[in-house]
Each structure stands twice: as C-alpha cells, then as structure tokens.
C-alpha cells in the first residue's frame, strides 16, 4: 500500500517501481537503512495478488482488458503491412517481473565483455549475477560456480516439470543435429537445447522485484524509511538554477483518480535531498526525460519544454526481441498442458483451492540458443552473410532463443471446430531475435503526460531480422515433427503454402509414439520448401 504522505521528502527517488527500480531501492534500503527512499509505480500494488503471484495464468496479463500491463500502440508500419503493433509492459508494482514468462535467461560473457568498459566486463559483473539468485539446480553436471545461493530470486524448474515430454522433445532436437546441454545458463554454452528453469520458487509462486525486494522489507520494523507511493504518474524531473535535480511532479494514475473536481488531476511536488532514479522501462523513461527538459533540442523547443540538456539520443533506437510463436496439436495428456487452465475447462478458483501442481509452472520445459551452420548463414544470401561473420560467427552469440510451451496461448475459442474436445492439448514453439537489428523510437508529443507517445518500434525495418526468423521457422518445425507428440500444425498460426506445396502443413492423424530410436527420427527428410510458399496475413 502506498505509505508517502503530503509534504514527506526523501533522500532518494525512484521514478518507477518496475524490475530495476525494485531491486535497487531493496537493495539501497538493505545497505543503509537510515536513507530515505520512495518508490513511484503508476500502477496498483501486487503484494499477494494471485494473479501475479501464480506462474500458470501469465498469459493473462496480455488480454486487453489486463489490469496489471501497460499497451503501447506503435504506429501503422510499412514493414508490418500496415499494422500497429501492441507493445505490452508492467503497469504493476515490480513491473514486467510481475507479467512477463519467468523464462530465465542469462546473456553470453561475450555481450558484457565487448562494451569494453572497466567494471562492466563479465568477470566484474559475475558476482553481481549470483547475488541476485539461490539457483535450485537438478543436473549434478551443471557448472554451480557460475550460480548463486542464498539470495532472493529462486531460480527452480516449478511444481510440475515434465520428464517425458522433455525427453522427446530432446531427443528430436539432437536428431536435427543440435547439442544437448546441461545448462545453457552459463554465460557460455550456445547452439543446442536444454532443459530450461524458471523465475519461480520451491513453493511455485513467481520471483517478482517487488515480492523479493521490497515486500519483505516493509513488512517488518526495521525499514521504516522504505516507502511507496502507488497508482501515480511521475510527470517530469524538476531542477535547480545549476541545473541538479532536486524533486519530482506527479499526478494521480489517470484510472485511479477520485471522481471529486477538487482533486481530480492534481499536480504534487515531491523533493529529493540526494538523488533522483529514472527507473520507468524503456518506453516511460523516454517520455519523463523529454517532458524534464533533457532530449533533443529541435522536439523540445517545438513542444515548448524548457531545454535542461540536448541529449538528441533520449528515445532514440528502439529494439526488442521479435517474437514468433507457431502452435501445434499434440498427443500430450492434460496435465502435461495448460489448455484445460487457458480454456476454463479447469476452474482457476478450485486449482488454488486443490493446489495443484500446475499452477506453479510456466509450461516451458525446454528451451534453446540456436546458431545455423556456415553453410545455412551462407544461403541467407550475401548481406546477412557478411552480418553473421562479422556479429556472430567468432562469438557464442545466438541467433534466436526458443521455448517450447505446453499450451496453446491465443484465444481458444478460436481453435478448430474439429479440435475443440476435452482432450485437446497444444504446444507452442516460441522464437524470438536475441540481437535484432531493427531499430525504432519513441517522443512525446506534448507536455501532457497523459498524452500517448509517438512510438515507432521499427519491427522488421531491417531484412537481416526477416531472414534469421525464416531460418528460425524451419528449424523449429523440422525439430518439433520429430517428436512422438507432434499431431500436426494449427494451420491458424503457421503461414499458408500454394495448393500441393512439399511445405504444406499437416493436418491428417498421425501414429502416435511412432519413433522408437534416434535413427528413426534422424531417418525423417527436411521439407522442401520453395518460392511459391506466401505468408499469411498479407
């Protein structure tokens, strides 16, 4: 609950109670509890609302009507075909780490090394990577002297890890010739699958920012100077005559102003004696800066803002990871999903009650750090050949990341007529860019918080990243039809193919548990593809 009041100043402010803003004040709270700190989220508390808490109902948090996410409406994109992309984000206290998949992933030393700056290589940050975990490893092969103990985000693999379905899917990936690592969490290991953990804990509740760092904390005595400050927008940044910040305005969340005119919209100051943390997300930090006074001269002196710093950079190259996710039909039983949870065919109210197993799981068992071949680089033509040797080849810098979900995450109401039975259960094949090239931005448009930003998130601008997710197509199809549990492509989520493509998508029965070795899976030839094949959508 929110515990700021009227006229309290602090010595430090985060403008943002999101993953970062979280940790970090949790932690400065920690180290020297005599500091004041206040934490600003323009979103609702999350402390024990199972519906952040609880792994299985993540997809949730995307429908539109999702209380605890914030959608940004890019606009219409000619590399889209015209769409306007929906961006989703926290609009929670802890932010995305209240909504987001909990898949954990690590990037690669490589990344950290290469901005060739002291204290922020690899070998520096190593500590800091393990003093945010207590990593509940199950392989004894696992390297642990890359993981941390004892700390507060539980790294686990859920209530209800899946031994034979990830068996199968394994042994299909290793079939299509990828390695099969113990931990692909290591800072190292690249171009192989794994079996994969979670952002959850022991006792199957997810490992939020603000369930990990700041609850604890206000629930005792002993932080007294730990405070929140919920369901406000931070406005802008305010400074002094030598140009130091020194306070914060706010306005109450647009949704969560009281219907009354004297305090509809009301604009408070809030000071900072020391510091002040722009912690708002990729997308919100933007705008706070811009509308303080610090971005690009030219937008700020047509908006009438009060330039503090030129800083043309400020909501400038956008990326984000481009997503794919392509459905199949499965053999899988029904606790091997989360169809029946995502369909309503399992009542959520009663699997609370029952605590069942499923709840606290994610559905991704398995996931991988993909890499082609020289020789598959090579026939993604010339320029993205040159891209891949000079970005990629000499690193162990994946090409996509995957996840292979137990469930079907759209609308299920939507599947098949023919596939709408009790015992209908789905995968999902997730695939994402780990380093898109795709670039985009963000502004604001006015001075009014309240006013949606100008958002470009430049997806598919750039042809290398249409090409790494068509390599990435094929690979995860080749790889999930050679598993016992394929049934068949949903053809609503795949592309279509001309009438008697060798690419068409399946659709008729198929023998369940018909691999019985390794051989017979690597027996089973590659689609042909061609041109003809065209995308759906268009």
Same mark, same amino acid.
């Given at each position: 609950m929110t515990t700021h009041r009227d006229g309290m100043e602090y010595d430090i402010?985060? *403008?943002?109670? =999101? *993953? /970062?803003?979280?940790? /970090?004040?949790?932690?400065?709270? @920690? *180290?020297?509890?005599?500091?004041?700190?206040?934490?600003?989220?323009?979103?609702?508390?999350?402390?024990?609302?199972?519906?952040?808490?609880?792994?299985?109902?993540?997809?949730?948090?995307?429908?539109?009507d999702s209380q605890d996410a914030i959608f940004y409406k890019s606009e219409k994109s000619e590399h889209l075909r015209g769409r306007e992309a929906i961006i989703a984000t926290g609009g929670v206290l802890g932010g995305g780490s209240s909504i987001n998949f909990m898949m954990y992933t690590r990037g690669q030393s490589c990344d950290y090394d290469s901005w060739q700056t002291e204290g922020w290589d690899f070998q520096s940050l190593l500590p800091y990577f393990k003093k945010l975990e207590t990593f509940h490893g199950e392989d004894p092969s696992i390297d642990n002297s890359v993981h941390g103990f004892g700390r507060p985000i539980n790294v686990s693999r859920g209530t209800n890890g899946l031994r034979e379905p990830e068996i199968d899917i394994l042994a299909a990936a290793a079939a299509h010739g990828e390695k099969i690592f113990a931990d692909m969490n290591d800072f190292e290991s690249s171009g192989g699958f794994a079996r994969w953990y979670s952002y959850i804990g022991l006792d199957g509740k997810r490992q939020d920012a603000a369930h990990r760092y700041i609850h604890p904390l206000m629930a005792t005595t002993e932080y007294p100077n730990l405070h929140l400050l919920l369901q406000t927008k931070v406005v802008r940044v305010l400074f002094d005559t030598s140009n130091a910040a020194h306070a914060i305005e706010v306005i109450p969340t647009p949704s969560s102003e009281p219907v009354i005119p004297i305090n509809q919209g009301a604009v408070k100051i809030i000071s900072a004696r020391k510091l002040i943390v722009v912690s708002s997300g990729a997308l919100a930090s933007a705008g706070i800066l811009e509308r303080s006074g610090i971005g690009a001269a030219t937008?700020?002196?047509?908006?009438?803002?009060?330039?503090?710093?030129?800083?043309?950079?400020?909501?400038?190259?956008?990326?984000?990871?481009?997503?794919?996710?392509?459905?199949?039909?499965?053999?899988? @039983?029904?606790?091997?999903?989360?169809? =029946?949870?995502?369909?309503?065919r399992l009542d959520f109210a009663q699997a609370l009650t029952d605590k069942n197993p499923l709840l606290g799981w994610n559905a991704i068992d398995v996931g991988g750090k993909l890499r082609p071949t020289t020789a598959e680089a090579e026939a993604l033509g010339p320029e993205f050949y040159r891209l891949w040797k000079q970005d990629f080849e000499q690193s162990q810098r994946p090409l996509v990341m995957t996840g292979l979900i137990s469930s079907f995450l759209g609308d299920h109401k939507c599947l098949p007529a023919s596939a709408a039975g009790e015992t209908s259960q789905y995968a999902t094949f997730a695939l994402f860019s780990c380093y898109p090239y795709s670039r985009g931005n963000v502004h604001i448009v006015s001075r009014d918080v309240k006013d949606q930003p100008r958002f470009d998130n430049g997806f598919l601008s750039h042809p290398a990243d249409i090409k790494m997710l068509l390599w990435a197509y094929k690979k995860q199809r080749e790889i999930y039809r @050679?598993?016992?549990?394929?049934?068949?492509?949903?053809?609503?989520?795949?592309?279509?193919?001309?009438?008697?493509?060798?690419? *068409?998508?399946?659709?008729?029965?198929?023998?369940?548990?018909?691999?019985?070795?390794?051989?017979?899976? @690597?027996?089973?030839?590659?689609i042909e593809y061609s041109a003809c094949g065209r995308r759906r959508g268009d």
């Open positions: 402010i985060f *403008a943002g109670g =999101g *993953a /970062a803003g979280c940790v /970090a004040a949790g932690r400065l709270a @920690r *180290a020297n509890p005599s500091l004041s700190i206040l934490v600003v989220e323009g979103g609702k508390n999350n402390s024990g609302n199972s519906m952040v808490t609880t792994p299985a109902i993540y997809p949730t948090h995307l429908l539109p937008l700020l002196s047509s908006l009438g803002v009060p330039l503090i710093v030129n800083l043309p950079g400020v909501g400038e190259n956008y990326q984000d990871h481009h997503c794919m996710m392509y459905p199949y039909a499965t053999s899988l @039983r029904s606790n091997d999903t989360m169809d =029946g949870l995502l369909s309503g @050679r598993t016992n549990q394929y049934q068949g492509e949903l053809a609503l989520g795949h592309p279509t193919f001309s009438k008697g493509s060798k690419a *068409a998508l399946h659709d008729n029965p198929i023998q369940m548990d018909r691999f019985k070795s390794l051989d017979e899976r @690597r027996a089973v030839k590659d």
